[in-house]
């Protein structure tokens, strides 16, 4: 049986190569140069097989090779062009969607009407809710969210003594960042449910192997295959058994009485809040929907937020260094504001240091993912006809000397120096959006959720700041692990904390 799905698997794979193959063959984007392939008849191929293996060091040298231009590299079955340096980084933020589209840039990538289902592609409104709402509320719910990281931090790091215990790094933040992601989103009890935790963790997961499986399957097939071996309607179901009477009772209560219910108890949450821009959609006031779109943000908001948080505890832990003036900064800032978010927004050093983090570590060597929907011309001249997948070098945009000194290096307080600069105060600050940091996204599509992010983010860091002293397992480093374009915080390390001396 296995062998015969095996069998099927590469026929496919073949199937699909010559399929692109012939199309590709008709390209014209041959006038913009391609990095790491070669010539011949299986060049192609060849190519996208260095770009898997090798995807960050390409892009870094194409992007050294092609300043302020194009260059396109072999993306599995497709070509990839990228662009880089300011104008061309203005021109993709400015194109309309119907020239450069964001959703289906991201769809090409996650096929995500198959992998989170339909309506998630199709009527996002949960994008808006996210921007507003719910970045409205941080403030408010801030408390809650203090408390949960406590909570979470007891039972998850219990070193109750100046004995050193030792934990596992990833498998303890995950939790920690789905028990704080969905107080905001569900609230309490449910957000401490080990089995509500557990799924929400491993959704993300499903959906990337999901994805991996589409990405070999001809599009006509697709939504089949999603169907037959995607996780999306056993995710679905897994997690309705825990938020589906809920919803289903908030929905009722809602009909009812709009916003105003008696008493005033009505949640502060993300299901409110989305009921609120569902008002007059039916078909976004079901179970169903609603539960994909709480899946989805979960998807959004958990993996992001802990490889951003590891990847700056590892450099933390590895530069002690950097351990006093953080503790001093939280610890004067919390005695005037206490535990709020007027107080994360004061914590302009611990800010600096987690950008900086994220600014060597952005996750990804190519992000700001665009498809042309018609044929588009950047203002340098190159054109790409409609159908071209379109991305930023977001890592190597990191790294540009003339945006930073000494880019490739570590420097924790850049940031916050910028910020003590006259009139500069917000534009350097981690959520910024701006042309050299990336790490969020670009123009109208950037992440709306990173306010909440990089609160939650600094929040925790500030916390184990204060509550712990921590530090590596021999032989663990801060380093990325690279797999095509995809850096991610040590899986595997292992973290050593005791009661703060
Ligand atoms: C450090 C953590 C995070 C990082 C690095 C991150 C990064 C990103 C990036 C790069 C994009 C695409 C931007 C583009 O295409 O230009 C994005 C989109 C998105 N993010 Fe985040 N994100 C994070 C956390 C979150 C959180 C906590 C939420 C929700 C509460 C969230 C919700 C979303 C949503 C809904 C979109 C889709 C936006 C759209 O389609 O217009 N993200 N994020
Ligand atoms: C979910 O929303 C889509 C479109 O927005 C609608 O077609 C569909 O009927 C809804 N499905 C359910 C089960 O509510
Ligand atoms: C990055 O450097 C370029 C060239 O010096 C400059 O024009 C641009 O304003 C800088 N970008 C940002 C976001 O400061
Ligand atoms: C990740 O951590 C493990 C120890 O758990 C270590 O052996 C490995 O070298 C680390 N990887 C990197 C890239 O630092």
């Not at 609603?290 to 530069?319: C, D, E, K, P, V």
């Not at 190519?366 to 001249?381: H, I, Q």
Request: hydrophobic share 40%; net charge neutral.
């Amino acid at each position: 049986m296995s062998s015969l799905v095996g069998a099927a698997v590469v026929a496919l794979v073949v199937f699909q190569v010559f399929r692109k193959s012939l199309k590709s063959g008709a390209s014209s984007l041959d006038a913009i140069p391609s990095v790491g392939v070669p010539g011949g008849l299986f060049g192609f191929y060849v190519g996208a097989w260095n770009y898997i293996k090798n995807g960050r060091d390409l892009t870094e040298e194409g992007y050294l090779k092609n300043p302020g231009g194009a260059f396109k590299v072999a993306f599995m079955h497709r070509w990839l062009v990228i662009v880089n340096g300011q104008a061309m980084i203005e021109d993709l933020r400015k194109a309309p969607d119907d020239f450069l589209s964001s959703a289906e840039g991201n769809n090409a990538m996650l096929h995500l009407e198959h992998v989170l289902g339909y309506e998630q592609l199709h009527d996002p409104y949960h994008v808006p809710v996210v921007r507003t709402s719910l970045t409205r509320n941080i403030g408010i719910c801030f408390p809650s969210l203090r408390t949960e990281v406590v909570a979470a931090f007891e039972d998850l790091v219990p070193a109750k003594t100046d004995e050193w215990i030792t934990v596992h790094a990833m498998q303890t933040i995950l939790p920690v960042v789905s028990r704080v992601s969905n107080q905001l989103f569900i609230g309490l009890p449910k957000c401490r449910d080990p089995d509500y935790i557990k799924i929400t963790t491993q959704f993300a997961l499903d959906v990337a192997k999901d994805a991996l499986l589409l990405h070999l399957i001809p599009s006509s097939l697709r939504s089949l295959a999603a169907r037959l071996f995607g996780h999306l309607e056993t995710s679905t179901r897994n997690i309705m058994k825990h938020v589906g009477p809920m919803i289903q009772h908030r929905i009722e209560m809602d009909d009812k009485y709009g916003p105003d219910w008696p008493n005033g108890d009505r949640p502060n949450d993300l299901i409110s809040w989305l009921l609120d821009e569902a008002r007059g959609h039916p078909e976004r006031r079901t179970v169903r929907n609603l539960t994909h779109t709480l899946l989805h943000l979960n998807f959004a908001a958990i993996h992001t937020t802990t490889q951003g948080f590891l990847h700056a505890f590892y450099t933390l832990a590895s530069h002690p260094e950097y351990v006093q003036p953080l503790r001093e900064e939280i610890e004067s800032v919390t005695k005037s504001e206490g535990w709020t978010k007027a107080a994360m927004g004061k914590m302009v050093k611990l800010d600096s240091f987690m950008k900086e983090s994220s600014r060597l570590a952005p996750g990804a060597a190519v992000g700001v993912m665009r498809k042309a929907l018609k044929d588009f011309t950047f203002s340098d001249g190159t054109t790409v006809p409609a159908g071209t997948l379109i991305a930023l070098p977001i890592l190597a945009e990191h790294h540009s000397q003339a945006n930073y000194t000494n880019g490739g290096a570590f420097d924790p307080f850049r940031f916050s120096r910028m910020r003590e600069e006259a009139g500069e105060g917000i534009k350097h600050q981690m959520a910024s959006l701006t042309h050299d940091f990336l790490t969020f996204g670009l123009g109208r599509h950037a992440c709306p959720g990173r306010f909440f992010a990089v609160n939650e983010q600094k929040l925790i860091m500030a916390h184990v700041l204060v509550t712990y002293d921590f530090k590596l397992k021999d032989g663990v480093s801060a380093e990325d692990e690279w797999v095509w374009i995809v850096g991610s915080a040590n899986k595997t390390a292992e973290i050593m904390f005791k009661k703060r001396s």
